[in-house]
């Protein structure tokens, strides 16, 4: 191991030796031909400390040993860079996307502009949206190029009925998740001109009658052959008419209406379906489903699927259940165990119900979905963990049960079906000692280095990887924390790549006191990288939320380092649930300074250091 720690860190110093002993000019970011819709970016590399480095003829700050990271502006189109060090020159081209719509010619729709893009179905009563964005050219008046004129008339046809798209006023437009990480998230003016939005309504069709009312407009029962069934309108046509001319379009998405007495219903196929809050993985993640978890079908959009509590999930992650009605259950009294380590909770049902986990500081809650309590009785004795659960029907066919626990730090969870008997465990709190010599005996901690392989993570300057630095610094923890009586489980221990999927089940399996993951940063395009800098944590379960405010505040203070933030982050390795899991950016590789730091080997070592005792103290603090 010492010797792989070593040629790991010999490595970087050679790196360092070639580009001082060498007059080397090295721009690893942005490649020669790069594209972004960024408004600006940032230039990082390298080159000798002596002399100047120039961008388009400007003199750029550099650090100590000749790094650097300015940033420019970008103009929509090519943007032509030339980076000059005393002989040396190196052309790079900058190619800035505009994120507006791609114009058409002449009087037309802009491409890709019409929705609903996808096959759309929904239940009778809901409201049906269609948008598109209309272009004419500039001939028409005075009117700015690309832009429709009042007077243009938008409408879809869609079944029989008209429905008019009126032009829509100025919106904000929403900055990107990443924007958290530059502090530049607030929202920004975006013209909307061009842009025409209509909706209707469908209503259900009286029993036994085969017409359908949309809006104030009948279908005939041709369309209609059985009420019972799901209804298929077919693709809308989208008309855009202007002075005498017409243009239709067809949508590129079919329009379907789902039969309130014949929804399908489906069941979790995957270990834990991911449940969102809509219809792609843009949408925020809900309680992930237990595998057998079954729902109602109640709209779908693409390849997503809306069930009846209000989640989406991929239809890859089910299957249909051929025949089924809509899953409703029962439930009478709970069950427990006390198991080695934690306590079961048993929620005996007649099928698997959608469940959703809300964690508070001292309460764990449960909500089922589609259930009726008829309890009476539930045996709850003393518990290591719980002291007491309360219970209570929220709503019709939603049942909230509420653990209140001892202590206010809660150890993790596991959601499963048995059949159609729910199982819930609750880890109890680990054994920890009083030892001065060995303060983590007894104690089992999984440690991530993150990427590996072809996974190489960010880049600092001299073209040094983010995976060969986690993995030297995650040796060196691992080192620490065995000194003080844990034992660690690798995620990797040499350079290969795990799959994030691989390394979450390792934390499943293992159930671990606590999972740490070790990364370094990098930036956004449009990121301050000469200005950016410091330790960061990041969480998602509320059960590491105390863990990555303590070793944040710890590390920062006992380093003397920049602080950076603490982040909820929806990241793979922040996502189990088994165990308390925080991720850990030890330090900005696109920073000029910082990068310097990173790779010092002492720097390393006290850097470890200080996370293993930062984990030492924590666990003294919730003993």
Same mark, same amino acid.
């Given at each position: ?57 400007? !003199? ?54 019409? *929705? ?50 009126? #032009? ?34 469908? &209503? ?19 369309? @209609? ?19 005498? %001319? ?17 929804? !399908? ?32 079908? *109640?709209?779908?959009?693409?390849? /997503? ?12 992650? *089910? ?46 809650? +449960? ?16 518990? #290591? ?13 939603? @049942? ?10 809660? /150890? ?26 060995? !303060? +983590? ?31 030297? @610094?995650? %040796? ?12 660690? @489980? ?18 499943? &399996? ?57 982040? /909820?982050?929806? +990241? ?7 165990? #308390? ?19 010092? !080997? ?15 103290? /924590? ?5």
């Amino acid at each position: 191991m010492k010797n792989l720690l070593g040629l790991v860190i010999l490595g970087c110093i050679l790196t360092s030796s070639v580009a001082l002993a060498k007059p080397s000019l090295i721009v690893v970011f942005p490649e020669t031909s790069y594209q972004t819709s960024a408004q600006k970016i940032f230039f990082l590399g390298t080159a000798p400390p002596d002399g100047q480095v120039l961008i388009n003829s400007k !003199p750029i700050t550099r650090s100590k040993a000749g790094h650097f990271s300015p940033s420019f502006p970008l103009q929509l189109g090519e943007n032509l860079f030339t980076v000059r060090h005393n002989n040396q020159e190196l052309q790079i081209k900058v190619t800035r996307l505009t994120t507006g719509p791609e114009l058409p010619q002449g009087l037309a729709f802009a491409k890709d502009s019409l *929705t609903p893009a996808v096959d759309i179905a929904r239940l009778p009563g809901e409201l049906i949206c269609f948008s598109a964005l209309a272009f004419a050219q500039r001939s028409v008046g005075k009117l700015p190029e690309g832009v429709a004129p009042p007077n243009a008339s938008v409408s879809v046809n869609l079944a029989n009925q008209t429905i008019a798209l009126l #032009p829509q006023p100025q919106q904000a437009q929403l900055p990107s998740n990443l924007a958290a990480l530059t502090g530049q998230n607030q929202p920004y003016a975006q013209s909307s001109v061009g842009k025409y939005e209509g909706c209707t309504k469908l &209503q259900q069709p009286a029993p036994n009658s085969q017409t359908l009312i949309y809006g104030n407009n009948i279908i005939s029962g041709s369309v @209609v052959p059985n009420s019972n069934k799901e209804v298929d309108l077919g693709q809308p046509q989208f008309q855009l008419r202007l002075n005498g %001319k017409t243009i239709t379009q067809p949508g590129t998405g079919k329009i379907q209406i789902l039969s309130p007495t014949q929804l !399908p219903v489906v069941e979790v196929t995957a270990d834990a379906g991911v449940a969102r809050t809509g219809p792609s993985t843009d949408y925020s993640r809900l309680t992930p489903l237990p595998k057998g978890t079954r729902a109602t079908v *109640t709209g779908r959009e693409g390849e /997503w699927l809306r069930l009846n509590y209000g989640a989406w999930i991929n239809s890859k992650e *089910t299957r249909i259940l051929p025949g089924a009605v809509p899953p409703q259950t029962i439930i009478r009294s709970v069950g427990y165990r006390q198991l080695p380590g934690a306590t079961e909770i048993v929620f005996p049902l007649q099928v698997p119900v959608p469940v959703s986990v809300q964690q508070s500081e001292g309460a764990f809650a +449960l909500t089922l979905y589609n259930t009726t309590a008829q309890t009476d009785i539930i045996r709850l004795d003393d518990d #290591p963990l719980i002291y007491r659960l309360d219970w209570q029907q929220e709503a019709p066919e939603q @049942v909230k049960y509420t653990f209140n626990l001892k202590k206010a730090q809660q /150890w993790g969870y596991k959601l499963r079906y048995d059949g159609t008997t729910l199982v819930l465990a609750l880890r109890h709190p680990p054994k920890i000692g009083n030892s001065r010599r060995k !303060p +983590l005996a007894n104690l089992k901690i999984v440690l991530d280095s993150g990427h590996g392989g072809k996974e190489s993570g960010a880049s600092g300057p001299t073209g040094y990887l983010e995976k060969d630095v986690n993995l030297v @610094v995650s %040796k060196l923890l691992r080192d620490e924390l065995v000194k003080r009586g844990a034992t660690v @489980v690798m995620t990797r221990e040499d350079d290969k790549e795990v799959s994030l999927a691989e390394r979450q089940a390792i934390i499943s &399996q293992e159930e671990p006191a606590i999972a740490i993951s070790i990364h370094h940063n990098s930036l956004p395009d449009d990121g301050d990288a000469e200005k950016t800098k410091g330790f960061g944590t990041f969480w998602y379960q509320p059960q590491a939320h105390n863990l990555a405010i303590f070793l944040q505040n710890y590390v920062v203070k006992k380093l003397s380092r920049p602080y950076y933030g603490v982040f /909820w982050n929806n +990241l793979a390795l922040t996502r189990p649930a088994a165990a #308390p899991s925080v991720l850990l950016e030890l330090g900005f590789m696109s920073n000029p300074d910082e990068f310097e730091q990173i790779v010092n !080997p002492k720097e390393q070592k006290k850097t470890a250091n200080a996370i293993a005792q930062g984990i030492t103290e /924590w666990f003294r603090s919730v003993r």
